[in-house]
């Protein structure tokens, strides 16, 4: 009787304990589902806005990649979150496994993308943004990438250059634009009666310091997401130590699984 008492009070605690590792997954999995659907939600609707945010984000690099990333990301924690909730209600060990190894794919290219960062972290250096400046920024080719973008990132940022407006001598720019000092993303606006307009372009692009930008891009944007990038930091750390306890929960309840 003390065996077969001790028996079933263990295969009970083993159920007992299945069973909270089972419903943990599925609220764990069911944020995960919501979390997703919600950057699934914003990044269609500004793909297929019919009031006009649509064309700015298109006239935005920045803001372009930004939303098929969002979408990128929704489309992958909807998918995470429904194979984890669905595999764990339902104690599917297709679906378990399916779940585990997606988690895992996504966690190694985490890892990956990480080592990558640290190992081409020289190209992040001001003196390497500022050599690519040099060479390939035109002005004004809106349909040139690279120039969009930096246009579009002196205009958010109100700065010029990568550490000055200095950083436009002997670049190409010059050599397409003999006529003006720094381009016109450097000028400094203001707005009057709800019309943004410059403060004086003329002067501005001969290079008066009292009508441009003249801080460096690289400070401004630092300054900027100094506070989102500690922050994006420790979410990183959270977020592979979540991915390391989806993992394990997943194979305890896939080997639990009768």
């Known amino acids: ?9 263990g295969t009970s605690m083993e159920g007992d304990c299945l069973s909270c590792i089972k419903y943990l997954m599925f609220v764990f999995n069911f944020l995960i589902f919501l979390g997703g ?24 690099p920045l ?22 909730c669905c595999g764990a209600i339902r104690e599917n060990k297709c679906l378990l496994l399916f779940f585990f ?19 081409f972290r020289e190209h992040l250096t ?5 050599k690519e400046l040099k060479r390939h920024y035109q002005g004004y080719n809106n349909t040139d990438v690279f120039t969009s973008t930096w246009n579009a990132i002196m205009n958010t940022f109100d700065c010029c250059g990568v550490n000055s407006p200095e950083d436009f001598e002997e670049s190409l720019f010059r050599a397409l634009n003999p006529g003006e000092v720094v381009p016109e993303a ?8 709800g019309e943004v307009g410059f403060s004086n372009r003329e002067e501005c692009l001969s290079g008066s310091m009292l009508y ?4 460096g891009c690289y400070s401004a944007v630092v300054d900027y997401f100094e506070m989102y990038i500690y922050v994006a930091g420790a979410l990183a750390i959270v977020v592979l130590t979540i991915e390391l306890f989806a993992m394990v929960f997943a194979m305890c309840l896939f080997r639990g699984i009768q």
Do not use: Q
């Open 1 to 9: 009787m003390g065996l077969g008492e001790a028996s079933a009070r």
């Open 186 to 193: 450097c000028c400094r606006r203001n707005s009057h009666l």
């Open 126 to 130: 001001r003196e390497y943004f500022t």
């Open 212 to 215: 441009r930008n003249n801080k």
């Open 101 to 119: 190894m997606l988690i895992l794919i996504i966690f190694l290219a985490e890892l990956a993308a990480a080592i990558l960062a640290f190992i």
């Open 63 to 84: 803001l372009f990649t930004g939303v098929y990333i969002i979408l990128a990301m929704g489309g992958m924690l909807f998918l995470l979150g429904f194979l984890g």
């Open 37 to 60: 659907s919600f950057l699934l939600g914003v990044g269609v609707w500004v793909v297929v806005d019919p009031t006009g945010f649509r064309e700015i984000v298109a006239a935005n």
